[in-house]
């Protein structure tokens, strides 16, 4: 199984200044035939599922605001949000789907400072 | 659009059958461009892949669940179905049901889950 390890578990950011969350997997998840990574990132608020924000690590999902960015590659991945904004507050989680079983990370917890 | 919503039993008995259902709207289940998976998430915690299945009847399923799950498609009713046997309080959880696609003609995923069910919650307990 890819373990999926995402630091920190939570952090506090003052409205307007940068998040950065970081997701790292035990082994890659680059298919090197295209170098696509097959990471994808999500936003959970409370009594929600969660939203997909990103996909191959750094394409944003319709809709997502361009103050979110993914980037990354290989085994090492961030989730980077700008300018925060109160409803950014919510739990972040990265998942691998380069191969089965899906693995999710731990959650990141984002609050305001 | 496409909307995905789960439903079947809130409470269960310890050792018994869990099963759930999760309804497609909008969409068919039978799409060869799409994986359905079930999820579950307990109180305060993060997300656990259960398993997905696929309408040619290729199945997964995550190894620490394996022996006791079981997802199928019903066709007729545009419905993904999940069955958890011999289940104990670590099952309650609540069980999301997802959506993934995949890239024609290579059988590998092009997306996380782009679309969710709202969740039910199932409770194990006597």
């Known amino acids: 199984d890819i373990v999926m390890t995402q630091s920190p578990d939570s952090l506090a950011v003052s409205l307007g200044e940068r998040a950065t969350i970081n997701c790292k997997s035990s082994q890659s998840v680059l298919y090197s035939s295209d170098s696509k990574n097959c990471l994808a990132w999500y936003q959970q608020k409370p009594g929600q599922p969660p939203h997909l924000l990103f996909y191959w690590a750094s394409t944003r999902e319709s809709g997502v605001p361009d103050r979110f960015s993914g980037s990354g590659s290989g085994t090492d991945f961030t989730l980077t949000i700008n300018n925060l904004q109160a409803e950014d507050v919510a739990v972040y989680y990265c998942?691998?789907?380069?191969?089965?079983?899906?693995?999710f990370g731990g959650g990141t917890k984002v609050e305001i400072k | 659009q496409v909307q995905l919503q789960e439903s079947g039993p809130g409470l269960v008995k310890p050792s018994q059958t869990l099963s759930l259902a999760c309804t497609v709207f909008?969409?068919?289940?039978?799409?060869?461009?799409?994986?359905w998976s079930w999820i579950r998430q307990p109180a305060g915690k993060g997300l656990e892949w259960i398993g997905r299945?696929?309408?040619?009847?290729?199945?997964n399923y995550n190894p620490s669940l394996k022996s006791r799950v079981g997802i199928s498609l019903d066709t007729s009713k545009n419905q993904l179905s999940l069955k958890l046997t011999s289940v104990t309080a670590a099952d309650t959880a609540v069980y999301y049901c997802?959506?993934?696609?995949?890239?024609?003609?290579?059988?590998?995923?092009?997306?996380?889950?782009?679309?969710w069910g709202q969740g039910t919650l199932v409770t194990v307990s006597s």
């Open positions: 909008g969409g068919s289940i039978s799409s060869n461009s799409y994986y």
């Open positions: 997802a959506k993934a696609n995949l890239e024609t003609g290579t059988n590998r995923l092009l997306t996380g889950f782009d679309l």
């Open positions: 998942q691998q789907y380069y191969s089965a079983p899906l693995t």
């Open positions: 299945i696929h309408p040619s009847g290729n199945t």
